[in-house]
Structure formats: C-alpha cells, structure tokens
C-alpha cells in the first residue's frame, strides 16, 4: 500500500492507544478531521500536546480519548474557557485529566531539541516563572562557557504527528503559506507523520515552488487527501474561519448532553469528512470559501 490512503486508515495504522498525539496548526490549517477520525476509532489514553488547544481538543477530551494534555496555552481563541478540559482537570469527567504546562517558547524549544536529536535546549526565561516547580521537564544546567547557570527543557518526542496543509503530493512532499507554526518541529520530532492536505498536486508542483515545501516526504507515513479537514479553523488561499462555530462551541460545551449530543450527530454519526461537509451544507461552504487572489510569480532561473 502506498501513502496515500483514507483518514480512516492513517488514524487506524498510525495512532495507537496510549500514544503522544500532536495535532498542528497556528490559528488555520488545524486538523479537525483527524481529531474526529480519532473520537470516531475511540482511542484510549492519549497524551495530547499542542501548543494551543483550542476546540479540537476539548471536543476530543469530552469524548474520552485522552488522559493527559502538555501545552502552552489554553483557550477557544477569542471566545473563552475550553469547558470540557475544565471538567477534565476539575471533576475528572469523563476522564481524569492529567496537565503539563509550557510557554510557547519552551515548549517549541523542546520540539526542536526533540527533532534534532539533542539532550536540551536553553529556556531561561521560565526562570523567572513558577514552571520549574510544576513541570518536570525544567532543569537547571551550567553554560560552560561562563559557568553561570542556565535553565534548560527537556527533549519532547511525539509517538504521532499530524499536520494539515494546502497541498501534498502522494510522497507527502507538504507545501505551507500564511501563517505557519510548529508544523516542522513537530514533523521532525515524531515517529510517524500524517500529512492531509486540502489538495494532492504532482510531485513536479511541488518541486515548482520548492520554498513552500515545510514537510520533506522522507518522514511522512500517511498522506490523506482531505478537503475541508481543517474547518471550523481555516485553510488560507481555500476557505475562511468559521466564527460563528467557535460561539457556538462555548454555548454547546458548557453543557454536558449538549456536547455529547454534537459528538453524536457530528462525529459519531458521520462516517467521514465527505459527510461531514454535505452536512454542512452548500450555503456554509459557499459562506466560507475564499475568493482568488494570486501573487506575482518567482523567477528561479534556469541555465537550460
């Protein structure tokens, strides 16, 4: 079997109960659809981790899936509280919730350390912070060079990491653009790589604009074709986020069946993420997709 396969497959050969699962994305290109394809495998006893959980991970939290979330900060973006993981750290519902802390420039620290494969990496400006006495992944070293004391963070290895983004070829070659992340930290740092992309281009559109490239295809296990996987956050150049969704989600979250309601009609009960958009609806889709706007072509040159 090559690469390229259904989410359905990725999530079935590449995620594991009890498995570090990283979901990426920094405000667009956030993979709900994996996120959803998990609930729907109803896996057990994952240690999530994302530098921002948003919705996408209390969704998963509320159904069950995991029992420990690291991160470095924590929110439904300009809306408020993530309501399911309170009721996880607070009431241990459904599941205990266990929390590990970071600052975003800790935590990306300790990807990267992680991906090229050193023992730590300075992080002292958690020196200044009450971290350290929360997190056991903080500690203090010397600067062999002035002999002063540094705090460092401790390498982050990631079982899988799942990375959506606007186009792939079948090798899983991923190409970015506006607004990236951590996509390339997490990518390398992980044991095995889902890569789904809004499109699946061949390998010479890719090898065409070789700056966009931030997944090398050498370290990908699954590439997902997957129109759509990251709504309700947004695609750039394909669709826009969908606001009204993240109001919504605070209203459906504060309340227990309502939540398990929405698992259940939009999770549960749909199959896959083809379902998911003729649920949607056309007028949605059409509300949401991003007009054309092109930028001026590069000129790489060429000696032929």
């Not at 300075?122 to 010397?142: G, M």
């Not at 074709?225 to 309700?232: E, F, Q, T, V």
């Not at 009204?244 to 549960?268: A, C, G, M, N, Q």
């Amino acid at each position: 079997m090559g690469k390229l396969v259904s989410m359905n497959t990725a999530i079935s050969k590449n995620v594991n109960d009890g498995d570090s699962v990283y979901i990426t994305g920094f405000t667009h290109l956030i993979d709900f659809s994996a996120g959803h394809e998990i609930i729907r495998q109803r896996k057990k006893n994952l240690k999530l981790v994302r530098m921002t959980p948003d919705i996408i991970y209390d969704q998963m939290i509320a159904a069950g899936v995991a029992s420990g979330l690291s991160f470095s900060y924590l929110g439904n973006p300009g809306v408020g509280s993530l309501h399911c993981i309170r009721r996880g750290v607070e009431k241990k519902y459904p599941n205990a919730l266990e929390i590990e802390e970071y600052t975003h420039g800790s935590l990306i620290s300790a990807l990267f350390a992680g991906g090229a494969g050193i023992p730590f990496f300075p992080a002292e400006a958690v020196s200044h912070s009450d971290l350290p006495q929360r997190n056991k992944n903080f500690s203090i070293t010397r600067d062999p060079f002035t002999n002063k004391e540094v705090m460092v963070v401790r390498p982050l290895h990631i079982d899988v990491g799942i990375i959506h983004v606007q186009r792939a070829d079948e090798e899983g070659n991923a190409q970015i653009w506006g607004i990236t992340g951590e996509q390339k930290e997490v990518a390398f740092t992980s044991k095995r790589v889902i890569v789904s992309a809004e499109e699946i281009v061949d390998s010479e559109v890719i090898k065409g604009d070789p700056n966009r490239t931030i997944i090398p295809g050498f370290i990908v296990s699954s590439v997902v074709r997957d129109p759509w996987g990251a709504h309700p956050s947004y695609a750039q150049g394909f669709y826009d986020r969908d606001n009204d969704f993240y109001l919504r989600w605070d209203k459906i979250s504060r309340s227990i069946p309502d939540t398990e309601k929405y698992l259940e009609d939009w999770v549960y009960g749909l199959n896959d993420r083809e379902e998911y958009m003729k649920k949607l609806g056309t007028e949605k889709l059409s509300s949401l997709r991003m007009k054309e706007k092109l930028v001026p072509p590069l000129n790489y040159g060429s000696v032929t």
